[in-house]
């Protein structure tokens, strides 16, 4: 039963709940964490871990990409990103972390941002960053817009493609896209693709069934949050609870495999996940996996340099995001970031491993399992 409070006379809303506001309850047995297993398999590909890289150009250059695969994640390319745009990326992004630390008026780093996306999209520099990854053996995912999916996925497919990203702020299968193009009908063109298709974000279980109809592989929930980094609220309104949200998503994917039968798709949490704890949070909601942004921006293999913000960014007359400086010393190896050792307390380092002990202090070894630990809402 939903909880719904009023607000005003005539004007209920349903009161929701943040990944802050709920704790995990052990309640099993325990079991060494080298008897858990944090693999989880999307279609034909499966992944040693359950952790996808938020598709910016601070975090996912195609050698991030490479290094999060090796490291049993996947890595997605924004394809409307710098990647796509110009051949010299890395020295655009001295650049702009040159303006964010030492311009003294707030929105250059952003107005500079969104001058590098003014260029336009070349097919063959997306073409050689996908073939890039793909040489390496990593499984290749690119983000691409509703809006431009029809026109950028055929170029991708044919560079080796293998995951397909579309990715909006909201997006719903019953309008995906506006312009002078027909709308995308998202059902007709996931069947038309060889390649399985993650959509998102949603943010209820009547979106998220939706788009689990159109044949999506997996649902992406929320549009990566993080305090600090992104201003959706702020510029459109738009919240997404995540605790709820995941939820809600999961008892979405519950009413489709029984719909169907038993086609299984993926939810995939994107939003508040900056700590292990939050990591596991959001599989004990009932995430198969989740997009981490912020956390990942302290790698040394991020190529922006210890500085994080998201796609959402550079939109080119309503950006929804900040730069935000997530380290400013010696920053750790990715492989540190996710496994560990790790010399602070706060569960920002060893993601992975936080997770895999917060499984095996509840006593479950495998993330489908652990979907089921108890959860308390704090008071």
């Not at 990566?224 to 309104?237: D, K, Q, R, Y």
């Amino acid at each position: 039963m939903r909880d719904l409070v009023e607000i005003g006379m005539g004007r209920e809303a349903r009161r929701t709940y943040q990944l802050d506001d709920i704790d995990i309850v052990p309640s099993r047995r325990t079991r060494s964490s080298k008897e858990v297993s944090t693999a989880w398999q999307l279609d034909a590909y499966r992944f040693d871990i359950p952790v996808l890289a938020h598709p910016t150009d601070a975090l996912v250059s195609p050698e991030f990409a490479i290094e999060l695969g090796r490291q049993g994640g996947l890595g997605v390319i924004n394809g409307e990103g710098l990647w796509a745009r110009h051949p010299d990326v890395q020295a655009k992004l001295d650049q702009l972390i040159h303006i964010a630390e030492t311009d003294l008026d707030p929105d250059a780093p952003i107005a500079f941002l969104q001058e590098l996306h003014s260029a336009p999209i070349r097919p063959d520099l997306l073409a050689a960053a996908v073939g890039q990854v793909r040489d390496s053996g990593v499984t290749v995912a690119v983000r691409v817009s509703p809006q431009n999916a029809r026109s950028l996925t055929p170029a991708l497919v044919a560079s080796g493609l293998d995951l397909l990203v579309i990715q909006g702020t909201i997006i719903s299968a019953e309008h995906v896209a506006h312009g002078e193009d027909e709308p995308l009908n998202l059902k007709t063109f996931i069947a038309e693709l060889d390649v399985p298709v993650i959509a998102g974000g949603v943010s209820d279980h009547r979106t998220a069934l939706h788009l689990m109809r159109t044949g999506a592989a997996g649902v992406i929930v929320g549009y990566g949050s993080v305090e600090g980094g992104t201003t959706t609220g702020e510029v459109l309104g738009i919240g997404v609870p995540m605790a709820t949200a995941i939820a809600d998503a999961a008892a979405a994917r519950r009413d489709y495999l029984d719909e169907t039968g038993g086609r299984y798709v993926h939810v995939i949490a994107d939003g508040d996940i900056t700590t292990s704890g939050a990591l596991a949070k959001a599989i004990a909601c009932g995430a198969d996996a989740a997009v981490l942004g912020a956390p990942l921006a302290v790698a040394a293999e991020a190529p922006g340099g210890g500085w994080y913000w998201p796609s959402a960014a550079a939109h080119p007359s309503m950006p929804r995001g900040a730069l935000l400086p997530m380290s400013a010393g010696e920053r750790p190896s990715l492989d540190q970031v996710l496994n560990g050792p790790s010399r602070e307390s706060y569960g920002s380092i060893n993601l992975v491993g936080g997770l895999r002990r917060s499984m095996a202090k509840s006593g479950y070894s495998d993330l489908k399992e652990f979907q089921k630990v108890g959860l308390n809402v704090r008071a």
